[in-house]
């Protein structure tokens, strides 16, 4: 479905990710995790087409995305939920949401998509009006990952969709990662809680320095002693 063949990414001249490869199977669940600075949120805009690929080749449903415009991205299935939420705060919960609906293969399911989204996040229905900036940041992540829903997308990047939320907010953040993924939607989910992340991917691949520096089962990489060193704490 995704595929990323020994990209590299530079800013301006400093080097940020070095000989990357990757791939999403349809409908898989793959999580990236890594230390702070260690090129994952770098990796996930380039592969929605924020960041200019320098090296190599990205691949979607076969055809090569590497020079496409970012527009074109989300017009071919592909939504970023991206770290910090960005949402437009002066403008209604509602409005935030239309905003992912506007290509023309997802404005026809408009109805149905927003039905979905307040299924996944009940507490959204009563603040559809309110201004998405006077939510709390529990809800404007429900916002931000509703907004990407409504692009009706058949991969959601998520970059860092815990950050900053209590735990009460995190387990019902990852329920609902679990049930868009069981709706068959694949997902990439770039999260610095790695045992919840993890306990969620059928993959994993962990980054550091901007290099993919171990890849395999989540199930298998979780049981990794250097894994339960570095980021578990174990």
């Not at 260690?38 to 990796?43: E, H, I, L």
């Not at 090569?64 to 919960?93: K, N, Y």
């Not at 404005?107 to 603040?127: G, I, M, Y």
């Amino acid at each position: 479905m995704f595929e990323l063949d020994r990209i590299s990414v530079s800013y301006g001249a400093a080097p940020a990710l070095w000989d990357v490869s990757l791939t999403i199977q349809p409908g898989e669940l793959v999580c990236v995790v890594g230390p702070n600075g260690a090129g994952k949120t770098t990796m996930i805009n380039a592969m929605a087409g924020l960041q200019p690929v320098r090296e190599g080749r990205m691949r979607f449903n076969q055809q090569d995305i590497t020079r496409l415009p970012s527009h074109q991205f989300c017009e071919m299935g592909i939504a970023i939920v991206p770290e910090g939420r960005r949402l437009f705060t002066q403008m209604s919960v509602f409005d935030n949401l239309e905003l992912g609906s506007f290509i023309p293969k997802a404005k026809v399911h408009r109805k149905k998509s927003l039905d979905w989204v307040l299924s996944l996040f009940p507490a959204l229905e009563v603040k559809l009006n309110s201004m998405a900036g006077s939510l709390s940041g529990g809800q404007q992540q429900m916002v931000a990952i509703g907004r990407a829903l409504m692009a009706c997308p058949d991969l959601l990047l998520l970059d860092e969709p815990s950050l900053g939320l209590s735990p009460l907010i995190v387990q019902d953040m990852f329920r609902a990662i679990r049930e868009i993924n069981g709706q068959g939607t694949s997902v990439l989910l770039v999260e610095q809680n790695v045992a919840m992340a993890m306990s969620l991917a059928t993959r994993a691949y962990v980054v550091e320095e901007g290099r993919i520096v171990m890849q395999g089962l989540a199930s298998d990489l979780i049981s990794q002693p250097e894994i339960q060193r570095a980021y578990l704490g174990l």
